[in-house]
């Protein structure tokens, strides 16, 4: 099946620097990616919607300036979390649906977890 | 898109068939119905899905009432490797494709 790969797996950091999340579609092209955050007990929780070449679209909530988000080429998509405080240590997860994949079949990273301090 | 309700847990023996249930009863006419699991700690992992008929792979099948209120996957031989959180999702695959993640159910596979 289709791989997604996120880097870092994990990262650990301190409060009020910025941390960046790679995420790489390594044999198929993903027009779109979508970015999950997911704190302990609780489900995925979207936060962007992310299209190649365009600004991403954020969920209701979701600060678009702490959370920069950019989809350069088909294959890449990157998550900074801005100015990180220990509230946004969480579980990060991204998705990619290939070109012509059904509607709703998305492939996800492994996900990156923060740990800001 | 439609919501879905699944139990929050269940449990199943090693080697058993495993059927979880989803309850859909707003689906509308044109929203397929998606499994993905989640093993602790790490991303989703799409299984199935399927929009009237029944479904099957090499992980699993879906099985949709008549009147796609209501959809069970199985797993045939459930092995403790698919223990893990069971999320069944309707989407009506539109212009983004969004999925929303409800709780799912965790399936324990016991020895």
């Known amino acids: 099946g289709a791989v997604v790969s996120q880097h870092p797996s994990w990262v650990i950091c301190k409060s009020g620097t910025s941390v960046k999340i790679e995420c790489r579609s390594l044999d198929f092209q993903a027009t779109t990616m979508f970015w999950y955050r997911q704190f302990p007990k609780q489900s995925l929780m979207l936060m962007a919607t992310s299209n190649e070449g365009s600004k991403a679209t954020y969920e209701q909530g979701v600060e678009k300036d702490k959370f920069l988000i950019n989809h350069a080429s088909l294959t890449l998509s990157t998550l900074t979390v801005t100015s990180a405080h220990p509230e946004d240590s969480s579980f990060y997860i991204c998705?990619?649906?290939?070109?012509?994949?059904?509607?709703?079949?998305?492939?996800f990273g492994e996900g990156s977890r923060l740990t800001v301090l | 898109d439609a919501k879905t309700t699944q139990p929050p847990s269940m449990d199943c023996a090693e080697g058993r068939a495993a059927n979880l249930p989803c309850n859909h009863s707003t689906i509308s006419g044109n929203e397929y119905v998606y499994w993905y699991r989640q093993i602790h700690s790490q991303g989703p992992q799409y299984i199935i899905h399927g929009l009237k008929n029944n479904e099957t792979n090499e992980m699993a099948s879906l099985i949709i009432t008549e009147d796609r209120k209501s959809s069970t996957l199985i797993l045939p031989h459930a092995t403790l490797r698919d223990t893990a959180v069971y999320y069944c999702?309707?989407?009506?695959?539109?212009?983004?494709?969004?999925?929303?993640f409800g709780k799912g159910t965790l399936l324990t596979v016991n020895p």
């Open positions: 999702i309707v989407n009506s695959g539109g212009s983004n494709y969004k999925l929303t």
């Open positions: 998705s990619a649906r290939g070109i012509g994949s059904p509607a709703g079949e998305l492939f």
